[in-house]
């Protein structure tokens, strides 16, 4: 008896997938929002300057913040693809933020990718290591060298993914804006095993609500003492302060900033448009009156600042 009720479940289930894809064909409809998901490791064996793979990673859900991930020792690069796109597109490796302590995984990297899908954009969610002295050699380099790989990944791989290897940039948010950052000035320094030349230079910088400076007067210090440890000389700051390593040959800048964030002081993403405009680096900011860290509850709403993003972009020949 419980055989054949199944089967008729089964038959229902069937039947009305069957009807769903006949009014799908009929009305022409295709569902260009669901896009193509592939997940790949950043290396191809053990992560270099890892000391164990046995960890294993956190998740849990948070009600204001959605999915978290810590403790990730292995990295992966998420590709979302846009349905429907047979040209060349730009594409946007997507950082997520959490204070190199957790990942905003979905908040600030699925959700990201899919509305960068429905512009047309090729997305890449990065999910890079995040620093322990437990768990790797230098804990503070790690997440730089999962950011340089991936870059160079996108990059090499550019014709198979359908990418434009000249539109390759960076969205970040909070301590992933500072991961950004750190690859949009320090590009000159590989800290990968690539051959020479090896493209890690990405083309755009896009920083949500950035941690910039890890100097007193603005830092972030949860960031920076799960990035740095405590007490890092004047020599580690500096280098980890991306104010202090603007240049004029890096990459165009897009920040977006609340003024009321308490978490992440708005004078890191202020101090750092000074010193982008002081070097002559093209960039644009946004300062929203309100928004609190990440624009939670949605003030701005997603779409008020990611569509100065994409006019941005398009102004600046990035998308069409």
Known sequence: ???????????????????????ALLTGYTCCCQPVIQEMPLFGGRPPGTKSLKVEEDKRYDPVVDSLVSQVTFPTLSIFKPVGVTHATPAVIVVPGGGYHVLLIEREGRKIAKALNEKGITAFVLKYRLPSADYFDNRQIAPLMDLQQAIYLVKKNAAKWGVNPEAVG???????????LM????????????????????DFLILVNPVVSFWDSAAHIGSR?????????????????????????????????????????????????????????????????????????DTPPRDEWLNSCFYWMKSMGWLN
Not at 1 to 23: A, G, H, N, W, Y
Not at 170 to 180: D, K, N, Q, T, V
Not at 185 to 201: R, V
Request: charged share 20%; glycine share 8%; aromatic share 10%.
């Open 1 to 23: 008896m419980i055989k054949l009720l199944q089967i008729e479940v089964d038959r229902f289930f069937f039947k009305r997938r069957s009807v769903l894809l006949l009014l």
């Open 170 to 180: 960076l969205m970040g948010f909070s301590a992933g804006g500072h991961l950004a």
């Open 225 to 297: 003492d799960n990035l740095l440890g405590k007490n890092p000389n004047a020599q580690t700051l500096n280098f980890y302060s991306g104010e202090k390593n603007v240049r004029k040959d890096m990459p165009a800048v897009f920040l977006a900033h609340a003024l009321n964030d308490q978490v992440v002081k708005v004078e890191n993403t202020l101090n750092l448009f000074n010193a982008l405009r002081a070097r002559g680096v093209v960039s644009e900011m946004h300062i929203y009156a309100k928004g609190d860290h990440g624009f939670l509850n």
């Open 183 to 202: 690859a949009g000035t320090h590009y000159d320094t590989s800290f990968i095993a690539s051959p020479p030349g090896a493209p890690i230079k990405p």
